[in-house]
Every structure is written in structure tokens, then in C-alpha cells.
């Protein structure tokens, strides 16, 4: 006589059966969610402007330079940015949207750069760690923009205003009085020195980031960014110390506009 034995009240004992995972519907796969293409795109607009601003940069010093030749060189430049040789007279509002525009320019590309700033106290205190053991020269170049960047965000914002306010001013007494009877030679001169750093160091790295250049150049584009930045700044000092000496012989006028010999002697006749 046989007895059955029922498995369902009392299960064999022994090591337990998993049983498979039912099998996917071919036509309605898993799809893993898509990575954000943002900060690719943000990355790109942050080159682009300050590609742009760098651009303005070496414009803008080519411009103020001109006190160099002559005080009616700079006359004559400051004019044509009026518009006076197509519109007939001058219109300094023009410099203002200039001013503006660049202003707006910066404001955004400062923006996108902090993004990557150290976004506390302890995130700071890694990095300085990190930078101090990795002894990274591309790195501490990074750093020294980080602040050169955060000096011009304040630094070239108030020389804008001045250009977007009083574009009218723009001339040679009337920007020597500014630098000197105006006190404002300190603030170019550290304008100066943090424009230029930070414009080389950031086209350097443009350069890099953006792999336009192979690692085998890299210690030319090095050269590059040491002859762009010493260039500049010597250019920068001498244009500095031209507006200061013209400021100073000019201290007793302060506030006379200049007015061209051609058109003087126009007047007396």
C-alpha cells in the first residue's frame, strides 16, 4: 500500500529555487534616461563670451592707446566711435549701447563662470587641498583667473558705467582729469593687471579646452600667454602714465573739454 506525500504542507528541505524573471516584451525595451546636454551647451556659451570680451579687450586697448601718438589721435578715434563721419554730427549715446552691451556681456559670462565656483566653505578647503598636493600648473592658472575674474566683475563694471553714463567725457583732458584730478589711476591700474591676466590665462585655456591645439604646443601656447599678458600690460602702463602726466599738467583746467587746433582756429576766423 502506497502513501502520497504532500509537498505543499511540508516543502522538501533544501536550497531554495528562484524562479526566473519573466522575460521582457521585445517592443517596449528599458531606456535609460538621457544625460542633460545643459552644461555642454553652457560651457559653449561661457567660451563664446569670453572669447568675445577678449576681443573687446584688445580693441579697447588699441583705442585708448592712441594718446600715445598724439592728443588728436584720440580725439579723432573717440569721434568716429560717435558715429560723426556717417551721421554727420556726433552721438554718444552710441558709446553708451556699446557700453551696455559689453556690460550685459560680462554680467552673463560671469554668470556661467560661477557655476564652477567653490560653492562653499568645504568645498573651497577640497580644492585648495587637491591644488596644493596636485601642484598642477594648469590648475593654480584656474585658481589666479578665479580671482582676477571676481576683481573684474566689480573693477570693469564701474569703468562701463562711467563710459555708459558720461560718454560724452571721452576725450583726451576729459579722461586725463578722470584718471588723475578724478582719482581714479589706483582703480586702472589693478583694473589693468586683472584684465590682462585674466584675458590671457582664459584664451590660453580656451585653446586647450577645446583641444585646437595638441598637448606637443602646449608650452608654446605657455610662451603665447606670457608674451600676450607682457605685451599688454606694458602697453597698459604706458598708456596709464600718458593719461597721468596729461592729468597732472592739465590739473589747473581740470574740466576744459579739448578742442582740436583745426577746429580752434576755425572758430577764431
Sequence with gaps: MSHSIDYTANPPMGPSVIPDAPALPTNNPISLPRKSRWPARLDLLQSL?????????????????TILISQAAFYNVARFFEGAWLLGRPYPMLVSL???????????????AMRKFPAG???????????????????SLWWLQLWTGFLL????????????????????YASADRVWSGGMW???????????LHG????????????????KTRARLHLARHAFSAFFITLGLLTL?????????????????YIPKAAAQTATH
Design 98 to 112: 556699446v557700453a551696455s552691451a559689453i556690460l550685459a556681456l560680462l554680467m552673463l559670462h560671469a554668470w556661467l
Design 121 to 139: 566653505f568645504r568645498q573651497y578647503r577640497a580644492f585648495i587641498a587637491h591644488k596644493n598636493r596636485l601642484h598642477h600648473g594648469d590648475t
Design 49 to 65: 563670451s569670453g572669447l568675445l570680451l577678449a576681443l573687446f579687450l584688445i580693441a579697447h586697448m588699441a583705442f585708448v592707446s
Design 153 to 172: 566683475f566689480f573693477l570693469a563694471s564701474i569703468h562701463l558705467y562711467d563710459m555708459l553714463s558720461q560718454p560724452e567725457l571721452i576725450g583726451p
Design 241 to 257: 602714465l600718458a593719461y597721468i602726466d596729461l592729468g597732472r599738467s592739465h590739473a589747473a583746467q581740470a574740466g576744459e573739454r
Design 186 to 196: 589706483p582703480l586702472y591700474l589693478l583694473l589693468l593687471f586683472s584684465v590682462e
Design 200 to 215: 590671457g590665462i582664459g584664451l590660453y585655456r580656451l585653446l586647450v579646452k577645446w583641444g585646437l591645439f595638441g598637448d
